[in-house]
């Protein structure tokens, strides 16, 4: 098990390494970062003077050591927009897209678990089929549309919410804020929520649901019920548990998506996270926040990723043993 | 006073178009402390009397018509609650495969104790003693320690003693077993049917065995029942169900069984028994393409010959050679195989007999030893023509006739495929030609190339696989299992056929089984496999006769006897 935690490890900084080596070169040929840090006016000498101090003039391979070093103190350098440091820029911006996915995440896994049971055990019922028909329109209808449609339904039509924003924010901490503990911020993070778990809780539902189909039928849950079982003990200790391992890979993945992918749900929504701070990046060539988004995205899923895999452990004894 | 009496049982699945009458109108009974045997092929509906005794006929079947009782009582037409309380308390059931019939994700002690708990008003740790002291009556060693264990700690015949063990936790006065020793080898078979005669004798519990095995059904029922396409056609004492038979289907069944003692020439063909494939269309082998140009160079001494052949398989890589583990499959094991003659391979699961089979076709690279074919060593060959010319004078036939042909292809495109990737025949119509007396010849009938491989039952498929084998005018032959997966009046022709081909052909066949009685029907001499090692060859007749090695009279003695089956049929044929 360590030794396979240790492996997993360092796999995982092989691709940090190679993500790192992809944020690093966007510095390097995505235009030159001097033209855009000073205005028009520099002279050439002023400029070269810049460029010897940022280390711009030194070996690439110096540079990338240089870039890696400072990456891993979550040091990014300074924003072209904002002149702040962008590590500051993001300590704003992560507690929104954080609350907001974690929200999103729950609602998919608590909506989408039980409903992938109840279609999985009970595959004739007309409910099932009610299940599996709605959830064709979550996963092919895209997320901006859904989050249009909803905004035009319960802010436009309705007035229940709002359409825009985090409501009002509590400060918790020194650079926490949370939208949790205030009805305006709980209020607003219900339709971006919904909008961006929908997909991952259809998917969840229909994983789950195929996952059951194929348990029902193994050869210890039919014994199960032939040692006279009740049901409850079948469907949740037996079935349910061995459905868990491709559930855990996906749903982990997936909870990857929604904090990296957040951008549509934020844009719809004006929601102050880092999807939107990064789409204003992107239009503006602000390179250093691009690469850190890029960095974290990665590390995000690499961490998610070396959990699912600890997890299984957790879950399936046949992997705790070496292999014969 | 009988325990289970079944009285007129019908079960019925309604389909789209019709009603598929699985069990016709069946009687039968068994006493406390017997074991009644139900035996039959597949389809015969044999497992769905099980099933709906227990209670858990696969939807939309239904008990359509007839009375179960246990103790008397009657239990066919309780509600679904009382029913599920029958299972377990009163009525065990012991599946097919160990394998799968275990929660992987959970210990043996708490599907142990999750199920006494249901049934017994116990505390927690009194269920946790009965379920130690079930663990040791079942002969699990180490019971305190092995029942913290999950089933993947077990071996096939140990799963199958906790199956057992889950089977008897409340004490059920009846034990349905279904196939209970079908995967599993001659020698844990042999324990596991003794500990059920055991534990039956003992606790005084009914048991209903569901076997296609004769050998089973000889060695420890009472009473046997013989069904066919869902109706009872014979039941009685065991002793004189398959000593003298009386239906001509029960005789039918008993003459195609391959006995260990006696060596037929031909199974008996008999009615009864469907698809009976014989040829449609008789080839003319001196003047075929098939006889063609068999101009293989002649060999002096034998044709293939084997010495010191060694295969390991890594089991756990590492960059350090010495944190490196391996798997010794084949140990320096020598053997020939003469011209014309079959050889057979015999041993029970891991004991290497199909990698050699591997090794011999170039699946797998020997790490020692060489492999002689004719005049030409296999495991030094790198030009690709030789490997090709090699490989197309030899042919396998796989174990499993579902996996072994690609479901995509008709049967046509199947047997033509070795055809034209050898181009062994100069055009698409020739081609079309060789493909129609081929399956002519195998008993299908040219029509059958239009199909698909679904289309056809696992017998059919299997002869589909011969006329691929045959495609390419092979001089060798490898049977790896070719019968195993079959019913034994189908196992029965293919026999037949694989004899019928072999001599008009002139083939030589390495012949593997784990199956004494079918290895003795068609070898002319064998070889014994443990664990990777050659522990014997000798004749036939002489290996059955005298045995030599240790090991393999342990395998003799633990076959099943067959004494009490009629040879009525045998002798007539």
């Given at each position: 098990m360590i030794g396979f935690a240790t492996r997993r490890l360092l796999q995982a900084m092989v691709v940090m390494l190679v993500v790192a080596l992809l944020a690093f070169t966007m510095f390097r040929f995505v235009g030159d970062p001097i033209n855009q840090m000073v205005g028009i006016e520099t002279s050439i000498e002023e400029r070269e003077a810049l460029r010897e101090r940022l280390g711009l003039n030194d070996p690439i391979p110096v540079q990338f050591a240089r870039f890696v070093t400072q990456a891993a103190q979550f040091d990014f350098g300074t924003s072209y927009q904002f002149r702040q440091p962008v590590s500051e820029l993001f300590a704003k911006r992560i507690p929104a897209t954080l609350e907001l996915s974690f929200t999103s995440a729950l609602f998919a896994l608590v909506v989408g678990i039980p409903m992938g049971i109840y279609a999985g055990l009970n595959r004739e019922s007309a409910i099932s089929k009610l299940f599996l028909s709605v959830s064709l329109v979550g996963i092919s209808l895209p997320t901006f549309f859904i989050g249009i449609l909803l905004i035009f339904l319960f802010s436009v039509t309705l007035q229940w919410l709002p359409s825009f924003g985090r409501g009002e924010v509590v400060q918790v901490g020194s650079w926490w804020t949370t939208g949790f503990l205030t009805a305006s911020g709980l209020k607003a993070l219900i339709l971006p929520s919904i909008t961006l778990g929908l997909y991952q809780m259809t998917l969840i539902m229909r994983l789950i649901r195929a996952e059951m189909l194929e348990v029902i039928r193994t050869d210890y849950i039919k014994f199960a019920r032939a040692r006279g079982l009740p049901d409850r003990l079948v469907h949740f200790r037996h079935a349910l548990k061995n459905t868990l391992v491709p559930v855990i890979t996906i749903t982990g993945l997936q909870l990857g998506a929604i904090i990296a992918f957040a951008t549509i749900t934020e844009t719809v929504f004006q929601w102050p996270g880092m999807g939107l701070m990064f789409l204003q990046a992107v239009q503006n060539v602000d390179i250093p926040i691009m690469s850190a988004y890029l960095l974290l995205t990665a590390f995000l899923f690499v961490a998610i990723n070396f959990i699912v895999d600890i997890l299984y452990f957790l879950i399936d004894p046949r992997l705790r043993v070496g292999r014969p | 006073m009988n325990v289970l009496d079944i009285k007129d049982l019908k079960v019925e699945f309604p389909g789209r178009k019709s009603v598929f009458v699985a069990v016709n109108g069946v009687d039968m009974s068994v006493e406390a402390g017997k074991i009644l045997g139900v035996v039959g092929e597949s389809g015969a509906g044999k497992s769905t009397v099980g099933n709906a005794v227990i209670g858990l006929l696969q939807e939309p079947g239904h008990i359509a018509g007839g009375e179960i009782f246990l103790h008397g009582k009657r239990i066919d037409q309780l509600p679904y609650k009382e029913k599920r309380l029958l299972r377990g308390r009163k009525i065990g059931m012991i599946f097919q495969d160990p394998l799968t019939s275990l929660d992987p994700l959970q210990t043996v002690e708490s599907q142990l104790v999750e199920t006494i708990r249901t049934h017994l008003p116990l505390s927690g740790k009194d269920a946790q003693k009965r379920a130690i002291e079930l663990i040791d009556a079942v002969g699990i060693p180490n019971p305190e320690e092995r029942i913290k264990q999950y089933p993947h700690q077990f071996s096939g015949g140990m799963r199958q003693r906790v199956v057992i063990a889950l089977a008897l936790c409340a004490e059920p006065e009846l034990v349905i077993a279904d196939e209970p020793t079908t995967a599993l080898d001659v020698s844990i078979q042999a324990q596991i049917l003794e500990l059920m005669k055991k534990l039956c004798a003992e606790r005084n519990v009914a048991m209903l065995v569901i076997t296609h095995d004769m050998g089973v059904i000889a060695d420890i029922t009472d009473h046997v029942a013989v069904m066919y396409h869902g109706d009872l056609v014979e039941f009685g004492e065991t002793t004189q169900v398959l000593g003298a038979p009386k239906h001509p289907y029960t005789q039918s069944l008993i003459s195609a069984v391959p006995r260990p003692d006696i060596r037929v020439e031909r199974f008996p063909v008999v009615n009864y028994i469907e698809e009976a494939g014989t040829p449609q269309k008789q080839i003319d082998i001196s003047t075929h393409w098939l006889g063609k140009s068999r101009d293989y160079e002649k060999v002096t001494g034998p044709l293939v010959q084997i010495k010191d052949l060694d295969m390991r398989f890594e089991t756990r890589g590492s960059i350090f050679p010495s944190r490196r583990k391996y798997f010794?499959?084949?140990?320096?094991v020598s053997f020939d195989i003469q011209e014309g003659e079959t050889f057979g391979l015999v041993g029970e699961s891991g004991s290497g007999k199909s990698t050699i089979a591997r090794l011999i076709t170039g699946l797998y690279h020997p790490t020692g030893g060489s492999i002689l074919f004719g005049k030409t060593e296999l495991t030094s060959l790198k030009n690709r023509k030789d490997v090709l010319t090699m490989r197309r004078q030899m042919q396998m036939i796989f174990q499993d006739p579902y996996s072994s042909l690609n479901a995509r292809l008709r049967v046509r495109d199947i047997i033509a495929e070795p055809i034209k990737f050898h181009r062994l025949a100069s055009s698409n119509s020739e081609v079309r030609q060789i493909v129609d007396d081929l399956l002519d010849h195998v008993g299908l009938g040219a029509a059958a190339g239009q199909k698909f491989p679904h289309e056809f039952s696992g017998g059919q498929r299997q002869r589909i696989s011969i006329a691929r084998a045959l495609a390419t005018r092979p001089r060798f032959l490898i049977c790896d299992e070719p019968t195993s997966a079959l019913d034994v009046s189908i196992q029965a022709q293919i026999l037949n056929l694989l004899k019928d081909l072999q001599e008009e052909l002139g083939l030589t066949m390495l012949f593997i089984s784990h199956d004494l009685a079918v290895i003795r029907q068609m070898c002319n001499r064998i070889g014994v496999m443990r664990h990777g090692e050659l522990c014997e060859v000798s004749d036939c007749d002489q290996l059955f006769?005298?045995?030599?090695?240790p090991y393999t009279r342990e395998l003799l003695e633990l076959m099943p006897s067959m004494e009490l089956l009629s040879r009525a049929n045998l002798e007539s044929a």
């Open positions: - | 010794q499959a084949v140990k320096k006769e005298a045995p030599q090695h």
